[in-house]
């Protein structure tokens, strides 16, 4: 049995397709079974959540190998972007051990970092520290920016681009690797039929998409892929933290992007490796204006 946390997100909803589709048998830590659509009836569900280490005992029963996707980059009512990407982690694995788990696949993030200026990619650290110190075989996954068609930030693009001129947060920004969800999905598969004594299920491994892109760059493909060519605004970062942090306190949890998201496009997600990794697992990253339509 293989536990999938995650399962209902942008890398999860094609890994969990996948899974199904190679007959693996599935076990989904979800907070809410609706939103796995209609492979819901094909796998087994337990409910859970990342603040709720109890729920994690349960899930693991008779589990052998975890991929865990859940994570989050802004916080949540219940929980802190440390607790739930940090702390809950750590306590997976804990509940891992204890199960007798024989494989931890965890999906970090290009970039994580103690130092790092964002609080998400410092928790992605604390993370993999936790699951490299543990008594488990585990594999460390760690993409750049994840993208897939009408993805959150596409949508978001989108609807600013009714404006003649799209604002994006945060000055000029650094250079990601974007990589397509399938692309993702693809590498987890590999890994998670690797067999279990070869290095490539142990390594940690970085996966970039095939073009560096700077957020502008990227928005740009991402307007053109819609028809909505617009000059793109860098809107300066000081300017970006303060509306954004006034924007949370009056919408809360409605906002449409929160400072810890806005200031992850200020923070190098690149990997030296290139596709390297992705293509060492079989896979080869499509261009993002491939995958998009925007060639
Ligand atoms: N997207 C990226 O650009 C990117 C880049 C690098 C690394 N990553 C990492 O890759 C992993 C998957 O990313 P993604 O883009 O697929 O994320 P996503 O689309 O935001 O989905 C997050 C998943 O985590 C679940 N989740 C969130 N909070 C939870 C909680 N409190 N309890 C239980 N489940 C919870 C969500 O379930 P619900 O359906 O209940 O919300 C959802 O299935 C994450 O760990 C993320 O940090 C993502």
Known sequence: MLLLTGATGLVGTPLLRRLVAARVPVRCLVRDPKRLGPERVRVQIALGDLTDPPSFRNALRGVKTVVHLAGTVRDQAAGSIEELNGIATWRMVQAAERAGVQHFIFLSALGAGAHNRARYLRAKALAEQAVADSGLRHTIVAPSLVYAP??????????????????????????????????????????IQAPADGAVASARHELGGPDALSPSEAAHVVL??????????????????????????????????TWDEAELLQVPMTTRHGTAHAEALGVVPQRMA??????
């Open 150 to 191: 009408g993805d959150r930030w596409s949508t978001l693009l989108g609807r600013l681009a009714l404006a003649p001129v799209v604002p994006l947060p945060g000055g000029s920004g650094a250079r990601s690797q974007p990589i397509w969800a399938e692309d993702v999905a693809d590498c987890l598969l590999a890994l």
């Open 290 to 295: 491939v995958v998009l339509g925007a060639v």
């Open 224 to 257: 053109r892929a819609a028809g909505r060519e617009r000059p793109v605004l860098p809107v300066p970062t000081f300017l970006t933290s303060r509306g954004l942090r006034v924007a949370e306190a009056l919408a809360k949890s409605r906002t449409p992007v």
